[in-house]
């Protein structure tokens, strides 16, 4: 798992601002198991409701059934220091724009 992470730090264009915005649509800072089957639906990835749900409550710290930006964060950071700095000081690709389109934010 961390060399997945590391490897999506990688990427030049993966922030977690971006990715966190595919799945909040209706911008109220926090996610549930709805938001994140929908998100991944649109872009074409299709996981099963207890998939998505053991997302959640593997990252969900004070157990509202809901993410934060916090929280999702968690599971993207790598536990390396350097890339997790690396991630975490990366910012939007879209910082001036109002509305997301699921796909348009990371190649």
Do not use: W
């Amino acid at each position: 798992m961390e060399a997945s992470k590391i490897s999506l730090t990688n990427k030049y264009d993966f922030n977690l601002f971006d990715a966190f915005n595919i799945f909040d649509m209706g911008r109220v800072g926090t996610i549930t198991v709805h938001d994140i089957k929908d998100g991944l639906n649109h872009i074409g990835v299709y996981p099963t409701q207890e998939e998505v749900e053991l997302f959640v409550s593997r990252y969900d710290r004070n157990h509202d059934r809901r993410l934060t930006f916090a929280e999702f964060s968690d599971a993207f950071l790598p536990l390396d220091l350097y890339y997790s700095q690396v991630l975490n000081r990366r910012n939007a690709n879209n910082s001036v724009k109002t509305f997301y389109k699921r796909d348009d934010c990371f190649l």
